[in-house]
């Protein structure tokens, strides 16, 4: 794959370099914050070999490409002049405040994920060790200079957690990351933490400090930086320029440290205390209950992003008791994506989605779920809903037994052992969670099924048809007079009198023009709509005998930017002839001076095509307004 091509093709598609505020990404996605939202064309990126999905989400642009996300950004943030970007920074005021912490939240513990799971599978192996070491060799190897040593550099991260989220939150925040590190350092310093976890009382300028322990800490570390950025925005703002470059990290790191221990660290630690005691107060209602909710919802929060709010628990807990459940639930939902994904396998006959869906399971099985997400389950609707059913089932399965694992990982058949340390009960519990989260998923699909893709093949002669699921049937040689139904009521008219230059000499394709009557378009006949324009004023439909048609309704409309439009379906859908697609309000946008002639075009016509025009004078919806003759080409819309 050329991905210089590919991150050339997505800048100019977001609206350029001046367009892009911020550029972040985790496994599976970009994720940008751009000025104007409207200038991006998702549809275009969607179309771009490598992309699996486009979405906005919690204030993103997000650009879903799988495996390939790595190598892109590489080549896309140099082009941006960053190389690790986590600004959350904003110029659209419309950005909700709660998208923001999400969005500031998400480029903190992104970072940091690689080295997690790192250290997550650091200690499964450990942990498998132990057992063996301690079943079949009768030996304790904790005590081993090896196991030790493994041993740190999976404790590693956690102890020194407040060093690294200190980077991390200082890119997000804008200030320096080394004075930020400086702080942090001064949490996890051996006198410090001696001072804070012994008996006697510690004071800083005769006062007395609340006595906390920082290693391992989350939220202090956080909230600091965030205090920082702002404190040395301000002592740079005052200061002279010849002092800056000594005095605003000398004055920084005098009022900060301070401030860190005597209020913002114990206000920190009172936050991390109060959410793991509600999340806790819901386990101990219910692990059933609780389990069963991460387990259904987990990958829903996955498709807006919002899972990364609630990762903070997982890590807090690993660094403070050494233990978590939060992902040992969160693996219910992503084996259930799996199992759904394997479903769509069995079951499909669509060529392309059965390799789709083949893939995805493999990776969703090792812990990516976006491919399984988007490249089938949420593609095809039932699936994702078989999925939230079963991994609902086997989080409470988890939560009834007490699952946990003593590393943040991520949850996948690699990471399995994590969740040894639970014990016999727990650890079957987590096993057998998983297994009816993934083979609940299949099942339920494989069972009860869902609504096929159409798959367009060509024939032997060489000459396109259309073969869609067991319920629609093969479509006669497009060699023959294939008929095409108008999308809209309304005056025929000849597309070279269409004043819109582009569509009149047929350089977007052949068809007929119609002024419209009614205010609706409505699918021509059964079809799949392949591309829906943000603004609503062109749309793109696949029918099923393999006509690709392009409908633009009015000329220069989609400089109303979607205003008098109103949506009725979305991309992918599948419609039956008649139902509606898009109704618009005639009468203001003739006001706001617009032709509304709309081009009903073929887009994937061979150039020696034959059409003829069938209808004169008005034509109603779902009449028939044409009839094309010829060869079709294998271009998408």
Same mark, same amino acid.
């Given at each position: 794959?050329?991905?210089?091509?590919? @991150?050339?093709?997505?800048?100019?598609?977001?609206?350029?370099?001046?367009?892009?505020?911020?550029?972040?990404?985790?496994?599976?996605? #970009?994720?940008?914050?751009?000025?104007?939202?409207?200038?991006?064309? &998702?549809?275009?990126? +969607?179309?771009?070999?490598?992309?699996?999905?486009?979405?906005?989400?919690?204030?993103?642009?997000?650009?879903?490409?799988?495996?390939?996300?790595?190598?892109?950004?590489?080549?896309? +943030?140099?082009? #941006?002049?960053?190389?690790?970007?986590?600004?959350?920074?904003?110029?659209?005021?419309?950005?909700?405040?709660?998208?923001?912490?999400?969005?500031?939240?998400?480029?903190?513990?992104?970072?940091? *994920?690689?080295?997690?799971? %790192?250290?997550?599978?650091?200690?499964?192996?450990?942990?498998? %060790?132990?057992?063996?070491?301690?079943?079949?060799?009768? =030996?304790?190897?904790?005590?081993?200079? =090896?196991?030790?040593?493994?041993?740190?550099?999976?404790?590693?991260?956690?102890?020194?957690?407040?060093?690294?989220?200190?980077?991390?939150?200082?890119?997000?925040?804008?200030?320096?990351?080394?004075?930020?590190?400086?702080?942090?350092?001064?949490?996890?310093?051996?006198?410090?933490?001696?001072?804070?976890? &012994?008996?006697?009382?510690?004071?800083?300028?005769?006062?007395?400090?609340?006595?906390?322990?920082?290693?391992?800490?989350?939220?202090?570390?956080?909230?600091?930086?965030?205090?920082? /950025?702002?404190?040395?925005?301000?002592?740079?703002?005052?200061?002279?320029?010849?002092?800056?470059?000594?005095?605003?990290?000398?004055?920084?790191?005098?009022?900060?440290?301070?401030?860190?221990?005597?209020?913002?660290?114990?206000?920190?630690?009172?936050?991390?205390?109060?959410?793991?005691?509600?999340?806790?107060?819901?386990?101990?209602?219910?692990?059933?209950?609780?389990?069963?909710?991460?387990?259904?919802?987990?990958?829903?929060?996955?498709?807006?992003?919002?899972?990364? %709010?609630?990762?903070?628990?997982?890590?807090?807990?690993?660094?403070? =008791?050494?233990?978590?459940? #939060?992902?040992?639930?969160?693996?219910?939902?992503?084996?259930?994506?799996?199992?759904? @994904?394997?479903?769509?396998?069995? !079951?499909?006959?669509? !060529?392309?989605?059965?390799?789709?869906?083949?893939?995805?399971?493999?990776? %969703?099985?090792?812990?990516?779920?976006?491919?399984?997400?988007?490249?089938?389950?949420?593609?095809?609707?039932?699936?994702?809903?078989?999925?939230?059913?079963?991994?609902?089932?086997?989080?409470?399965?988890?939560?009834?037994?007490? @699952?946990?694992?003593?590393?943040?990982?991520?949850?996948?058949?690699?990471?399995?052992?994590?969740?040894?340390?639970?014990?016999?009960?727990?650890?079957?519990?987590?096993?057998?969670?998983?297994?009816?989260?993934?083979?609940?998923?299949?099942?339920?699909?494989?069972?009860?099924?869902?609504?096929?893709?159409?798959?367009?093949?060509?024939?032997?002669? &060489?000459?396109?048809?259309?073969? =869609?699921?067991?319920?629609?049937?093969? /479509?006669?040689?497009?060699?023959?007079?294939?008929?095409?139904?108008?999308?809209?009521? &309304?005056?025929?008219?000849?597309?070279?009198?269409? @004043?819109? /230059?582009?569509?009149?000499?047929?350089?977007?394709?052949?068809?007929?023009? *119609?002024?419209?009557?009614?205010?609706?378009?409505?699918?021509?006949?059964?079809?799949?709509?392949?591309?829906?324009?943000?603004?609503?004023?062109?749309?793109?439909?696949?029918?099923?005998?393999? #006509?690709?048609?392009?409908?633009?309704?009015?000329?220069?409309?989609?400089?109303?930017?979607?205003?008098?439009?109103?949506?009725?379906?979305?991309?992918?859908?599948?419609?039956?002839?008649?139902?509606?697609?898009?109704?618009?309000?005639?009468?203001?946008?003739?006001?706001?001076?617009?032709?509304?002639?709309?081009?009903?075009?073929?887009?994937?016509?061979?150039?020696?095509?034959?059409?003829?025009?069938?209808?004169?004078?008005?034509?109603? /919806?779902?009449?028939?307004?044409?009839?094309?003759?010829?060869?079709?080409?294998?271009?998408?819309?």
């Amino acid at each position: 794959m050329d991905f210089q091509a590919l @991150a050339n093709n997505i800048l100019t598609n977001v609206g350029g370099k001046d367009n892009v505020v911020s550029l972040d990404h985790c496994f599976t996605r #970009l994720r940008f914050v751009l000025k104007d939202d409207s200038k991006a064309n &998702g549809d275009e990126i +969607a179309q771009l070999e490598g992309v699996i999905q486009v979405m906005r989400a919690n204030g993103q642009f997000q650009v879903v490409l799988g495996n390939n996300v790595g190598k892109t950004y590489d080549v896309l +943030a140099p082009m #941006l002049d960053q190389s690790d970007s986590g600004s959350t920074q904003h110029s659209d005021d419309k950005t909700g405040i709660g998208n923001k912490i999400i969005n500031a939240i998400a480029a903190i513990f992104t970072p940091t *994920i690689p080295a997690l799971a %790192a250290s997550g599978m650091i200690k499964g192996v450990l942990a498998i %060790a132990v057992i063996i070491a301690t079943n079949v060799y009768h =030996t304790d190897i904790t005590k081993f200079d =090896t196991y030790i040593i493994f041993n740190a550099a999976s404790d590693a991260l956690f102890y020194f957690m407040p060093i690294i989220l200190a980077r991390t939150s200082a890119k997000v925040f804008k200030t320096n990351e080394y004075i930020a590190m400086v702080i942090a350092g001064t949490l996890c310093y051996p006198s410090i933490v001696e001072l804070m976890t &012994g008996k006697g009382a510690v004071t800083l300028f005769g006062l007395q400090l609340t006595k906390a322990s920082y290693t391992s800490s989350v939220i202090p570390i956080i909230i600091a930086v965030f205090i920082l /950025a702002y404190l040395e925005r301000f002592i740079d703002k005052i200061m002279p320029e010849v002092l800056k470059i000594i005095m605003v990290p000398t004055l920084c790191l005098l009022i900060m440290v301070p401030a860190t221990l005597m209020i913002f660290g114990p206000i920190g630690i009172y936050i991390g205390n109060f959410i793991n005691w509600l999340y806790y107060l819901i386990m101990d209602f219910s692990p059933i209950l609780l389990g069963a909710f991460i387990g259904g919802i987990w990958c829903v929060l996955v498709i807006f992003g919002a899972h990364r %709010a609630i990762v903070p628990i997982g890590i807090n807990d690993v660094a403070k =008791t050494g233990h978590q459940n #939060l992902l040992a639930f969160a693996g219910a939902a992503n084996f259930s994506q799996a199992g759904a @994904a394997l479903g769509v396998f069995l !079951k499909t006959k669509n !060529k392309n989605l059965k390799t789709v869906s083949a893939s995805a399971t493999i990776t %969703a099985l090792f812990g990516i779920t976006e491919p399984a997400i988007y490249g089938a389950n949420l593609r095809l609707k039932k699936p994702m809903i078989y999925a939230v059913i079963s991994g609902a089932l086997g989080g409470a399965l988890m939560g009834w037994g007490g @699952a946990s694992g003593n590393a943040f990982s991520n949850q996948g058949v690699l990471t399995v052992p994590v969740y040894a340390s639970a014990g016999a009960k727990g650890f079957a519990c987590y096993v057998i969670g998983c297994l009816i989260a993934f083979f609940g998923a299949c099942l339920l699909t494989v069972i009860f099924g869902f609504e096929d893709l159409p798959e367009k093949t060509v024939a032997a002669n &060489g000459e396109a048809a259309a073969v =869609t699921d067991s319920s629609v049937k093969v /479509a006669s040689p497009i060699t023959l007079a294939t008929p095409v139904a108008a999308p809209l009521s &309304g005056e025929v008219v000849a597309l070279s009198q269409v @004043a819109d /230059a582009v569509f009149a000499s047929e350089a977007m394709g052949k068809g007929v023009a *119609i002024l419209p009557s009614s205010d609706e378009i409505v699918a021509p006949s059964d079809c799949e709509v392949k591309v829906l324009y943000p603004t609503l004023h062109a749309i793109g439909l696949e029918l099923t005998n393999g #006509l690709e048609l392009l409908i633009h309704i009015g000329k220069d409309t989609v400089e109303l930017k979607g205003k008098y439009f109103t949506s009725h379906t979305e991309v992918g859908a599948h419609l039956h002839k008649g139902e509606p697609i898009v109704t618009f309000n005639s009468a203001e946008i003739k006001k706001a001076g617009y032709d509304l002639t709309t081009p009903v075009v073929i887009t994937n016509a061979d150039p020696a095509a034959q059409i003829e025009v069938t209808a004169s004078g008005t034509v109603a /919806a779902t009449d028939n307004l044409m009839n094309f003759k010829g060869k079709i080409t294998n271009e998408e819309i």
